[in-house]
Every structure is written in structure tokens, then in C-alpha cells.
């Protein structure tokens, strides 16, 4: 499957575009529940559990500085890890590609003259495809991982990196184990279904003469690996065999045996929820244990048969070293494949791997490691999937910034697969941006949607009547993707910078201002919401600021998010140079738009001077953020609205259903308005679902429409019913929670702000 | 060792659903033989432990068979062994994999019993790798940190023995006041903490 970028303005849109909406639709019906419920609950393990760590940041950024450090001295360590591990009487073998490595393990296996090799879970040696390797050889490979050996039956991919059956119900198994083993009474219980796993799998381990495992990270100074596995198969396939092959991506090497500590701690609780796996191996091979002879069992076990073992370490390049020598793919290398950022993206809870992954890899930073592996052809059938949402920068326990690798790696698609002759110079003045011609419209649409809104003001009637008349819709759907199931967005005639200039600036004269601050007209309020940058001016000016609403140009949230890096670089340029003067008169800047007010404290950090970047985070601030600080600075709550005595629209009274968007949550802003509600006396319920699943223009696109549905649906559950007044700060989650409740919802400023 | 962590550890075994009894090492031997199902095999502890329970007043009842063939190993219900360290905080013993056959007396069996000095319990996973990282310079030691029973959950729930042990007990043995209380079994029964997931992490 291709791209979108190749589906624009053309027939060949329709096709293409049916294809991977009817792929999702399809793995929505048949897998979409099983992985829902699985990643859902480890979701949720992973802040219980790491909730109960009292050093949980400390830990993480100790590991993401071991990663740096590591990936820094990679050449370094492998040469040192050579040395240790040839001390200890293994060999280690660095292959440069999936066929070098695999010719050598086959070697290894025809010299040891191996009838059947049996391995742990490892997702280098699914990249490798060493099972058809061996395969061809006539070597037979049995995975006794059990959900590897589930799929290996049934011959299917994983759909996660960690759990990698976990779109196979129980049902589903015991149905594949009748089929296979000709069962007319089949196991049905998950314990009589793993007993019967065990057994089998227990008389295919006594006659196993190679053992492959993988290594979830490798000591240079000792040759030491770390296997985090439960079942204990890792450590049945080491011991069962006198020959051990470990696979492992070079970027597995760390320095010092000292440093596995905090992955220990870090790895099961961001993965699986769990403390602690089962079992964490550390091994030094060649093992030590004697080598269970089950042929000859009258014979002792210690019979110092491990004397003979033999240890081969495969450490495989395949694109890694050219990562560490690519600025953005670069940070890909410290991933230590928890999965944390899949089970946290609320895509991925709907799809699963399936849909939201390449050749081997799967979630947000698969596509690092695609790009990275395979190439950007790869990462391109997926990498839309990440709407940027970025609920899984403070999962990821390394704290990579999965979100920028997918847009980078999407900046890359657009320009590579960019063909000039495909622009309309028609359109060229509504998509001004820095990008290459040819660049898919439906992309350039949204990533121009600044210009686009300004240009629906100007024209409002019009354009309002145009935007939502039958043909045009069938006609943006077909050539620019927007699903008509949508409703568009209706622009205001008078923006709320001109409605500010017109009712003549700020009513808080500077003179008695106790603070002075720039509201700042986001694209959304500006053109098309402005009654919540009206209750935004009121709010602030009830608790004595004057207020500034300049006119500046849109934050390049939108181009950011189609991958348009040059376009959303010079965006931030522009607001920079318009708030400038603001900040050096010592203005606060107050942002409504939470996705704004987090482009501006996240993505700017790579847009602007370090010093620029800094002034700009530091003074920017949430809308309820801002007020929550004036009440703490001694601002009178009594010049807010309290919960209403049965007027106005919050007329059921003093109960809401607050959904913070999901950028807010990654900058930490989300409970202000928590905090805000509740001192004002209102009794809030909050959303605990990561993502909306509108997630800026995604669930507008045709493709996606009926995944954005499904992922919003945890919300429809949580606040279907309920009689609360609904609340939700982001443009995108209005639209959507409007579509999936069907009654819109206020920005919360506009709950609390004086009535006009 | 400080209490603190004594505590600590039982609570986390009583968490993972680990058993646990605890006495002076001359008691050892019975605790083992309470906690023990038949058959079983077993590696002397001074052997699969540190050298400090080599000639200490702990020791293996006697129907533990000590130098097993593969077929008592395949036959046997329940592995002894001792474990070098212990981590508080997680509720992990660490089980070496030596020459002994400590690795695959303590994981092809249904039961495994594990005894620890409370001399050797650390307070957390730093401490652990601190330990470690001399010994596997040095030595090259291969060590397991077992923490509960093998556990999947790849089969549509919870599972516990999924390839290895279904059970764990372990023997806690106080420091030299061979003259305290009678040991006794103090059970846990506690569910698998976190996630109902068993399933390993791998990269
Ligand atoms: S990117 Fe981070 S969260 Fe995702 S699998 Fe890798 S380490 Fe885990």
C-alpha cells in the first residue's frame, strides 16, 4: 500500500484510498476488541505500577543518559564486548545485514549439526526472518515463546513488540489448536490451554540441539546479556541446549553490568504494568548449567557437560549504524522495546500492530526503526497512524520524542515521493507553505489550514455555504480526503482580533492592571470559535489584566502535523517576531488552543534559538493555567462564575465532564482546569482516555474517519450518559465529542469567564 | 539485615503469591521437608548458595536426591535449591546458573523451594547489579532473578507455571539465634501484582 501522496487530484484516489480504509475496517472488526482490551489494561498497569515508584523521572532520565552514553561509545563497545565475550569462550560475529547474519547462524547450525532449533521471543530475529533461514536448510525452528508458538501455528505476524499475540482471543486459540493438533475436545480454559502449550512445547525442548534467544541489553565490560522474559522458556532454551545463538541489534550494548539497573526497574512497568517480569536473566555465556542429557537420563545432570557449551553472539547492524549517524532517526536507538508508546496511543488500542506497523516493528516508533531498516517506502504505509497527539513522550521510559521521528519521517515521505507536476497552480495561493510542489493536496490542505481559515472569514457566507453543499463535500472527499461524514468547521465573520479592535481594546486600563498579557488568537479562535477567546478576554480582564489580542500568524500546528517541517519552521519564526516585543514589555502570552500552547513549549524548542525558545515557554501559558495562577496570587474567584443556580448553559448545575486534550497532558497543563473547577466549588469528572481520537485533522480524513470513531468510543462509554455539562479545551476533541455525544462542548475558560 | 527489608521481601513475596517460612539455619532441613512435595531433587546448599551455608548448620532433609539423574530431574515434583541474594524491594531471588545443575533443578519442576539467608536479602535492584557486576567480570557467574512462579498470560489470562515453576516457596533463614521460635509456615496467597499479563519483555 502506498502512501496517500500519490492519491491526490487524480482517479487513482479512490482505489488506494478504499484499500486502506477497508484494511482498518477490517482489522476494527476482527482484532480491534481483543487489542483494545489488552493494551487498555496495560495502560493502565503502567501508571499503577509506575505510580509506585518514588524516583520514577530520576530513573528514566538515568536511563536515557546510559542510552546516550552507549550509543555515543557504540564502536567502542563493540570492540570491548568482542574481547569480553571471546574471554569467556564465545564468539561474537557483527553482521551487517539480515543475510549476513543469517548465513552465519546457519553455519553455526549445519557445523553443530542441528535437526531442530527452539527459541525465546526476540524481535531481531523476527527482522532477520532467521526462521525461514534455517528453514530452508531443513533445520525445523519452534518458537516456545507461547504466544510466538500460537502465531507460529497459525501463521501470522505479531501484532506488539511485547505480547505479540494479543490479537488472538481465547476462543480463537483453542479453535487453532483443534485444527492443528486434530483435537475433537480442544483445551478451552486459558489454563488447560497453556498446560497443553507446556507439554508440547516441553518434548519439542528435551530434543532441541541449538538454542536462539535475544537480549534485551548487553554489558560490554563482561559480555553479560539481560533477558526479561515470565514463562521461563528463555531459560529452557538456554539450558536445554548446548548451543546458544543470541540476536541482538547493536544498539542492545550498554557499558557496564551496573547500568541494567534502572531498566530493570524501568522496562516491565512501562511494558506490561508489571514490577517485575518473572524472571530477568543475566547471563554470561557460555552458561555454566550442565546440559540436561533427556536422551541418556539414567546418567548424573551435573556431569560437566557445560563445559562444552557453545555461545555464538550475533550482533546485527542492519541500518543501525547509519542511524546513529542520522540526526532524527538517530534517537531511535535507545528504544529499549518496552512498548509503552503502543499501548498508550489510542491508535494503536483500536488497530494493533497490524495496521499500525511495518516489516517487524509496530506503534509510534516503529517508524524509526522502519525508516531506519527497511527505508521510508515502509514507514510510509504506516506512519500516518501517529497523529501526534504524543501521549507517549511521558510513557517512554528513555524519553524519545516518538512524535517528532514520525513527523521528520513524514517530512521525508512528502519531500521523496513529491511530484511537481501534480500541483494545481490554482491552489497555490491558498497553500503557501515551504514545501516542494506536488506534495500530496490533501496534506498541503491541512498543513495551509491558517491561510485556509483566514481566507473562510473573509468569505464567510459563502464559503460556509460552499463548505457544507453536497457536491463540494463529494468532491473534497474524493480529491482532498475529507470524510463527509464530517462537519466542517463554519468560520466567523468578524475575527476576534477585529471583534477586540472594535470594542476598542482592553477594558483593564494598563494603569491598574495588576498583570498585562497577549491572549493569543490561535487559528481555531480567531476565524472560527471566537466566543471562547471572548470568555478568554473577559476571564482575565475580571481578574484585573489588561489584555492584548494582537493579530500573529498561526503557530504551524497544523503543517507540523502533515509532516510540513520547513512550513512549520518558519511559522514559528513569524510568532516569534510578533510576540517578541510582547516579551520584552514583560507581557505574559495566554494561549486557549492546548495543541498551540504545546507546539510552543515542545516543537519551538527545535525552531528557535535555545534562549528565543526558553523566553517563549516560560511565558506562554494554558488558559486555565493562567487563571488557576491568579487565584493563587490572591485574584478574587468571586469575579469568576460559580456553578450556576439552574442558568445559563451550565444549567444542570455544578457538574462536568472535563476532557483534557492530549497534548495538554504531555505539558502538563491538564489539571489546572481540574483544579480551577474544584476551587470554584464544581464537582468535575475526568476523562481517563489518552486521546479523543480526532487528534487535529486525522479523523477528518476519509481513510481514518471510522478508526477515529472507534477510538473515541472509551469517551462516548465514559460520558455518553452523562447529565454533566461535557468540557473540552481542544478545537479537534469539540468536533469530535460533538460527533460521538452529540452535544458540544465548551472550552472550560468558557465556564468559568463572567458572562458578557 | 536490617528489618525493614525482611519485611519488605515477605511482602512482596506475598504478593507475587509466594509462600514463605522462615527459622534458624539448624531448622532449615524441616522447613524444607514441610514445603517440599515428593519427588524431590535438589542441590546441596553450599553448592547453589553462597559459600557461607557450606558447612552451616543448613542443610537437605534427606529424600532430597542431591546428585539427580536428567530422568529424577524430568520425574521430580520439587527442586531445592539456595539462592545467593535476595532484592526487598521486588521480592527477587537470585538462582546461579552453575555447574551444579542449580538452574535446571530450580526450572523444570512443578515446585520450586529456595533457600535464602536473610544475611544475603539487599534492599533494592542497585544493590543487586552492584553485587553482580564484580562477579560477572570476574567470574563470569549467570545468574536468574526469579521474582514468583513462570507466569503467561498469552493464553486469554493469567497462567502460572508456564514452562517453568507453578509454585515458589520460599526458606528465609535468620542469622545464628538458633534458639528463637519455632519455625512455622507463614503462607501468602496473594494475587499476581500490576497487569494480568505474564508475558516476557523482549526486544
Ligand atoms: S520508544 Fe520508548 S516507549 Fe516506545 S517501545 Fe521504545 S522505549 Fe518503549
Not at chain 1, 487498555?40 to 524516583?55: I, P, V
Amino acid at each position: 500500500m502506498s502512501s496517500d501522496a500519490d492519491a491526490a487530484g487524480d482517479a487513482a484516489a479512490g482505489p488506494n484510498r478504499e484499500t486502506k480504509a477497508e484494511r482498518i475496517r477490517e482489522l476494527l472488526a476482527t482484532e480491534g476488541d481483543a487489542v483494545a482490551e489488552n493494551t487498555r489494561g496495560f495502560n493502565a498497569g503502567r501508571y499503577e505500577s509506575t505510580g509506585r515508584l518514588d524516583d520514577y523521572e530520576a530513573l528514566k532520565e538515568r536511563a536515557r543518559e546510559i542510552k546516550e552514553d552507549a550509543i555515543e561509545r557504540l564502536p567502542d563497545l563493540i570492540d570491548e564486548v568482542r574481547e569480553t565475550v571471546e574471554a569467556n569462550g564465545g564468539t561474537v560475529y557483527l553482521a551487517d545485514d539480515a543475510a549476513d547474519a543469517n548465513r552465519y547462524i546457519r553455519e553455526v547450525a549445519a557445523e553443530r549439526e542441528a535437526g531442530r532449533a527452539i527459541k525465546s521471543k526476540s524481535m531481531t530475529s523476527e527482522e532477520i526472518e532467521v526462521n525461514a533461514a534455517l528453514e530452508g536448510d531443513g533445520v525445523e525452528v519452534v518458537e516456545t515463546d507461547l504466544g510466538e508458538w500460537v502465531l507460529q501455528l497459525a501463521d501470522e505476524e505479531p501484532s506488539h513488540i511485547v505480547a505479540p499475540a494479543i490479537h488472538k482471543s481465547r476462543e480463537g486459540i483453542s479453535e487453532l489448536f483443534a485444527e492443528r493438533f486434530d483435537l475433537d475436545d480442544p483445551p478451552e480454559t486459558a489454563e488447560a490451554l497453556t498446560m497443553f502449550a507446556r507439554e508440547r512445547l516441553g518434548d519439542l525442548i528435551e530434543d532441541a540441539d541449538l538454542g536462539m534467544t535475544g537480549a534485551n541489553f548487553i554489558a560490554a565490560d563482561s559480555g553479560t546479556m539481560l533477558l526479561v522474559t515470565s514463562e521461563g522458556n528463555a531459560r529452557k532454551t538456554v539450558t536445554a541446549t548446548d548451543t546458544h545463538v543470541a540476536v541482538a541489534g547493536v544498539e542492545k550494548l550498554v557499558p557496564t553490568v551496573e547500568e541494567f539497573a534502572p531498566f530493570v526497574e524501568l522496562i516491565g512497568r512501562s511494558g506490561t504494568g508489571q514490577d517485575v517480569t518473572s524472571y530477568i536473566s543475566t547471563l554470561t555465556p557460555p552458561v555454566a548449567s550442565p546440559v540436561p542429557d533427556f536422551e541418556a537420563d539414567d546418567e548424573p545432570l551435573a556431569d560437566g557437560s557445560g563445559d562444552d557449551r557453545e555461545f555464538h553472539l550475533v550482533l546485527i547492524d542492519n541500518g543501525r549504524l547509519a542511524m546513529r549517524d542520522d540526526e532524527t532517526l538517530k534517537e531511535t536507538l535507545y528504544c529499549i522495546r518496552c512498548s509503552a508508546c503502543s499501548n498508550a496511543c489510542g491508535n494503536f488500542q483500536s488497530v494493533g500492530g497490524h495496521a499500525f506497523g511495518g516489516e517487524t516493528y509496530s506503534g509510534g516508533i516503529a517508524t524509526g526503526w522502519e525508516a531506519g531498516i527497511e527505508g521510508l517506502d515502509t514507514a510510509a504505509e504506516f506512519n500516518d497512524l501517529c497523529t501526534g497527539c504524543s501521549r507517549c513522550v511521558p510513557a517512554c521510559p528513555v524519553g524519545i520524542d516518538i512524535p517528532w521521528i514520525n513527523t521528520a519521517v513524514r517530512d521525508r515521505i512528502n519531500r521523496g515521493e513529491a511530484d511537481p507536476s501534480q500541483l494545481d497552480w490554482a491552489f497555490e495561493e491558498l497553500v503557501p507553505d515551504e514545501e516542494p510542489g506536488g506534495l500530496d493536496l490533501s496534506t498541503r490542505l491541512v498543513g495551509n489550514y491558517a491561510t485556509l481559515a483566514e481566507w473562510g472569514h473573509r468569505t464567510a457566507p459563502v464559503a460556509n455555504r460552499l463548505a457544507n453543499f453536497g457536491p463540494a463535500r463529494a468532491l473534497a472527499e474524493r480529491v482532498v480526503g475529507i470524510d463527509s461524514r464530517r462537519e466542517l468547521p463554519e468560520f466567523a465573520r468578524v475575527s476576534l482580533v477585529e471583534w477586540f479592535d472594535d470594542r476598542g481594546g482592553s477594558a483593564v486600563d494598563p494603569d491598574e492592571a495588576d498583570r498585562e498579557a497577549v491572549v493569543y488568537p490561535d487559528t481555531a479562535t480567531n476565524y472560527v470559535d471566537v466566543d471562547r477567546g471572548k470568555a478568554t478576554v473577559r476571564a482575565l480582564e475580571a481578574l484585573g489584566v489588561h489584555v492584548r489580542v494582537p493579530d500573529l500568524p498561526g503557530s504551524g500546528r497544523p503543517p507540523l502535523s502533515q509532516g510540513m517541517v520547513a512550513t512549520a519552521e518558519s511559522a514559528a519564526e513569524d510568532v516569534y517576531a510578533g510576540l517578541a516585543p510582547h516579551l520584552d514589555a514583560g507581557r505574559d502570552v495566554v494561549v486557549i488552543e492546548p495543541s498551540d500552547l504545546a507546539t510552543f513549549r515542545r516543537e519551538y524548542e527545535r525552531f528557535l534559538p535555545a534562549d528565543s525558545h526558553e523566553r517563549l515557554a516560560d511565558a506562554s501559558y494554558d488558559a486555565m493555567e493562567y487563571v488557576f495562577g491568579l487565584l493563587e496570587a490572591g485574584g478574587d474567584p468571586a469575579a469568576l462564575r460559580a456553578p450556576a443556580e439552574g442558568t445559563g448553559p451550565v444549567a444542570s448545575g455544578a457538574r462536568l465532564a472535563y476532557h483534557p486534550h492530549c497534548q495538554a497532558r504531555t505539558v502538563e497543563v491538564g489539571e489546572y482546569a481540574t483544579a480551577t473547577f474544584e476551587r470554584l466549588g464544581y464537582d468535575v469528572r475526568v476523562s481517563d482516555t489518552e486521546c479523543c481520537g480526532m487528534a487535529g485533522s486525522f479523523g477528518y480524513k476519509s481513510d481514518y474517519y471510522e478508526l477515529s470513531m472507534d477510538v473515541g468510543e472509551p469517551l462516548r462509554e465514559q460520558f455518553g450518559d452523562t447529565e454533566r455539562t461535557v468540557v473540552a479545551p481542544g478545537t479537534s476533541c469539540t468536533e469530535q465529542l460533538d460527533a460521538l455525544l452529540e452535544s458540544t462542548p465548551m472550552h472550560p475558560i468558557e465556564v468559568i469567564a463572567p458572562r458578557e | 539485615m536490617a528489618t525493614a527489608d525482611t519485611s519488605t521481601f515477605r511482602g512482596r513475596l506475598d504478593d507475587f503469591g509466594v509462600t514463605v517460612s522462615e527459622g534458624p539455619p539448624a531448622a532449615c532441613a524441616s522447613l524444607i521437608d514441610d514445603a517440599a512435595g515428593d519427588p524431590a531433587v535438589g542441590v546441596p546448599l553450599g553448592e547453589s548458595g553462597p559459600d557461607a551455608l557450606e558447612g552451616s548448620a543448613a542443610s537437605l532433609p534427606e529424600r532430597v536426591a542431591t546428585d539427580p539423574t536428567t530422568a529424577d530431574l524430568r520425574a521430580a515434583h520439587t527442586g531445592v535449591t539456595a539462592a545467593s541474594l535476595g532484592i526487598a524491594s521486588y521480592g527477587s531471588v537470585a538462582v546461579e546458573a552453575d555447574a551444579r545443575g542449580t538452574e535446571p533443578v530450580s526450572l523444570f519442576v512443578d515446585r520450586h523451594v529456595v533457600v535464602l539467608r536473610e544475611a544475603d536479602l539487599v534492599p533494592d535492584v542497585p544493590d543487586a547489579f552492584a553485587w553482580l557486576g564484580p562477579r560477572a567480570r570476574d567470574e563470569s557467574t549467570d545468574v536468574v532473578f526469579a521474582t514468583g512462579p513462570s507466569a503467561t498470560a498469552d493464553m486469554g489470562g493469567l497462567v502460572h507455571g508456564a514452562h517453568g515453576p507453578k509454585e515458589v516457596h520460599v526458606v528465609l533463614l535468620r542469622d545464628g539465634d538458633g534458639d528463637s521460635d519455632a519455625p512455622g509456615p507463614a503462607d501468602g496467597d496473594g494475587d499476581a501484582p500490576g497487569s494480568t499479563d505474564g508475558t516476557g519483555v523482549d526486544g
